[in-house]
């Protein structure tokens, strides 16, 4: 039986470099299921603060965040899935969250092409 590229990382020994080639990522599909990540969705806040004209300013900005909680085999597939994106230069990957509590239940990462 063939090692998946998955597979050869988790016996690499801690700081071990590892060269990955396209080759290793042969018959790779560009959309995921990731049963065991749940992404969160939130609202950040930010508060700072600022002096002018002799009183003080408070400054509040608001964000849309996501946070993401996970085990670290899910953190491992999707780290191999970017680099495999990267090396193969698809255009978009596609991935399904199902769990319960994922409040974003399909995440896109676009490859964008950067051309200074």
């Known amino acids: 039986m063939?090692?998946?590229?998955?597979?050869?990382l988790k016996s690499l020994p801690l700081d071990e470099p590892h060269i990955f080639r396209k080759?290793?990522?042969?018959?790779?599909?560009?959309n995921a299921n990731y049963s065991?990540?749940?992404?969160?969705?939130?609202?950040?806040?930010?508060?700072?603060?600022?002096?002018?004209?002799?009183?003080?300013?408070e400054v509040v900005h608001r964000n849309h965040t996501a946070e993401f909680c996970g085990y670290k085999?899910?953190?491992?597939?999707?780290?191999?899935?970017?680099i495999a994106m990267t090396l193969r230069q698809e255009k978009v990957l596609e991935i399904e969250l199902p769990?319960?509590?994922?409040?974003?239940?399909?995440?896109?990462?676009y490859l964008d092409d950067f051309n200074p």
């Open 2 to 8: 063939q090692k998946t590229i998955i597979d050869i």
């Open 23 to 30: 080759e290793d990522f042969e018959g790779w599909q560009a």
């Open 36 to 57: 065991k990540l749940v992404v969160l969705e939130g609202a950040g806040r930010n508060i700072s603060f600022a002096s002018g004209n002799d009183y003080p300013i």
């Open 73 to 82: 085999e899910s953190f491992l597939q999707l780290g191999t899935d970017l």
């Open 99 to 109: 769990h319960p509590k994922s409040g974003i239940k399909k995440l896109f990462v």
